[in-house]
């Protein structure tokens, strides 16, 4: 059974940094896709990355140039390095990883605040 467990939130103040990561117990080449989705209080939730099988990836526009998906197959893990971080990146952070079929496996999401 596919199980995905994050870890690295916190709180930060504006403008600090943070690495979430991800730890799969299957290869993570076992999914055409992984990445981050976030959830703040009282919101859907919103994609913020993506990194194929590939190596290719995708930014929801709110995050370019300040978030930075990566991977590391040889420890079934994926990182969202967060810079510049704002109190409007402020959410729960789940980690995906969805099959070529279209099943997709959930964290159990992982809280970022970002306040002074």
């Known amino acids: 059974q596919v199980q995905l467990v994050e870890s690295g939130g916190g709180l930060v103040q504006p403008g600090g940094s943070l690495k979430l990561s991800c730890s799969a117990s299957t290869s993570i080449f076992s999914f055409s896709n992984m990445g981050w989705y976030r959830q703040a209080p009282g919101k859907e939730r919103e994609l913020v990355a993506v990194i194929t099988d590939g190596g290719s990836t995708n930014y929801a526009d709110i995050v370019k140039g300040r978030f930075t998906i990566s991977r590391d197959p040889g420890k079934r893990m994926v990182h969202l390095q967060m810079n510049s971080l704002k109190p409007e990146d402020t959410a729960v952070y789940f980690c995906?990883?969805?099959?070529?079929?279209?099943?997709?496996?959930w964290g159990q999401g992982t809280q970022v605040t970002v306040s002074s």
């Open positions: 995906y990883g969805r099959r070529l079929q279209g099943i997709v496996f």
